[in-house]
């Protein structure tokens, strides 16, 4: 047995002894365009409800005993059609009876898994084209508690914080590889060799000196242009 099912053993077990009791249909999602829904009462007596969108409606009574362990054992009656017309069958006998092996076991549907009844290393039950779910009383896994993260104080999520950041910092390098350059780093320029650090930096007085060299020689130049000028020259000179 499906370990899953250790807390339905009490169910399983009634089934399997006295008989799958309740209203059984297909699981969710399975021949959404069809469904099969079989009732077992507990006077032994059932019914079979068959829809799809193409044969339409059908109902067929049956009548079922239970031969434990696990050996279901059902006669069919006639079949009714949607449409009310009765079949003409004969009453049904103990060499016209069907008998399964049936089991209960897990079977994954979209939304969730299920506790199904089927026939015995089958995926079916009986000859439907579907497992059945019981619906009524309802026959599920119990709720799986939802897990809860231990709360975290603020120094432990500042850890992982700081210890993210190179990690984080090193990718993005990577991945950015080429498309921008990293930051240039400027460095002072180091002093010229057998000069001092004083004697490589000027001092204010040097510079006033040779920003007036500067205005000395702005000055001449006009004079200078004058004086190399012929149309500017006498017949004296």
């Not at 362990?69 to 103990?94: F, N, S």
């Not at 059945?132 to 975290?152: C, F, M, N, S």
Request: hydrophobic fraction near 35%; proline fraction near 11%; include cysteine.
């Amino acid at each position: 047995m499906d370990d899953r099912l250790a807390a339905l053993t009490h169910e399983v077990d009634k089934i399997m002894s006295i008989g799958p009791i309740g209203r059984w249909t297909n699981p969710p999602t399975t021949f959404p365009m069809m469904s099969e829904t079989v009732v077992f009462n507990p006077d032994g007596s059932g019914l079979i409800t068959s829809e799809s969108g193409m044969a339409g409606r059908s109902k067929q009574t049956f009548e079922w005993s239970m031969r434990p362990p696990g050996r279901l054992v059902m006669r069919y009656h006639g079949r009714e059609t949607w449409d009310g017309a009765p079949e003409a069958v004969e009453e049904p006998t103990d060499e016209d009876a069907a008998v399964y092996d049936i089991e209960i076991k897990i079977q994954g549907t979209e939304f969730a898994s299920w506790p199904v009844m089927t026939n015995r290393n089958g995926d079916v039950f009986g000859d439907l084209w579907c497992a059945l779910a019981r619906e009524h009383p309802p026959l599920a896994l119990p709720q799986q508690p939802p897990v809860i993260q231990p709360e975290r104080n603020l120094l432990s999520r500042l850890r992982d914080v700081l210890a993210r950041l190179p990690a984080e910092a090193g990718l993005n390098h990577a991945g950015m590889r080429g498309s921008s350059p990293p930051p240039r780093r400027w460095s002072a320029r180091p002093p010229a060799p057998n000069m001092s650090l004083d004697q490589s930096i000027p001092s204010a007085r040097s510079r006033r000196l040779q920003i007036s060299g500067n205005m000395d020689r702005l000055e001449m130049a006009p004079a200078r242009e004058a004086h190399d000028d012929p149309s500017t020259c006498t017949r004296a000179c």
